[in-house]
């Protein structure tokens, strides 16, 4: 909608440092569900991911964890944990190490896991006083919104999950949910804030408006 009322710019192109690490090693080895016939190297790292998910997939299979949750979403993680099993057992020495191991979990991992945490206390705090801050937004939706927006130009994608935790427990209305999921692009703007801060502002403008828009519109409709 916004480039149909505004038009797409067009950049032009030209050679330049991107910065990206390229691992060249093993970078067209990758084929998960064909069997190579080389024999799998058993480095430790491979050792440890896929004791630790073969461990954890059979912890939820036999009900050790999370023995309280519905069959379908046990057997949902089952399968997942499989999966992931046999990519962590066929995938070439070089992607496990570098990109799951050094990357997703040393790297990601521990900030997804701070962020969600961060998350479910502060929806944890918050629902131990839910009459009282159910009152607060029924009082002052646009206030509750008006954060929403301006939390959305962080550029990080864990504030966001404050607001989607409240709205699963009935603390948000949906108009609120919606303007921060507009508005909040996650880390992903952090190359072009690198790059360049003026298209970094005129984009969060533009997300800013749209999600306001949009938000306090449905808001007038009682959602």
């Not at 030209?14 to 058993?42: E, K, Q, V």
């Not at 159910?134 to 927006?149: E, Q, T, Y």
């Not at 921060?180 to 800013?208: C, T, W, Y």
Request: hydrophobic share 55%; proline share 4%; glycine share 10%.
């Amino acid at each position: 909608m916004v480039d149909r009322l505004l038009g797409v710019r067009h950049f032009p192109t030209g050679a330049c440092d991107s910065g990206l690490a390229i691992h060249a090693t093993g970078a067209a080895s990758l084929r998960p569900f064909r069997w190579s016939g080389d024999g799998i190297h058993w480095s430790p790292d491979r050792v440890v991911l896929a004791g630790g998910v073969l461990l954890f997939t059979l912890a939820i299979g036999v009900g050790l964890i999370a023995a309280d949750e519905a069959v379908w979403l046990r057997t949902v993680v089952v399968l997942l944990g499989l999966l992931l099993l046999w990519l962590v057992v066929v995938s070439p020495a070089h992607f496990v190490s570098e990109h799951l191991v050094k990357h997703v979990i040393l790297e990601h991992a521990p900030r997804v896991f701070l962020w969600t945490a961060g998350a479910l206390a502060v929806t944890e705090l918050v629902t131990g006083h839910m009459e009282g801050v159910g009152s607060f937004i029924r009082a002052h939706p646009v206030s509750a919104l008006l954060v929403a927006a301006a939390v959305g130009v962080i550029p990080e994608s864990g504030p966001h999950l404050v607001f989607a935790t409240m709205y699963a427990g009935g603390l948000l209305p949906f108009s609120v949910l919606l303007t921060s999921s507009i508005v909040q692009d996650g880390h992903g703007m952090l190359p072009l804030l690198a790059e360049s801060r003026a298209e970094f502002i005129r984009v969060k403008a533009i997300n800013l408006v749209a999600g306001l828009v949009l938000g306090f519109a449905l808001m007038f409709f009682g959602y």
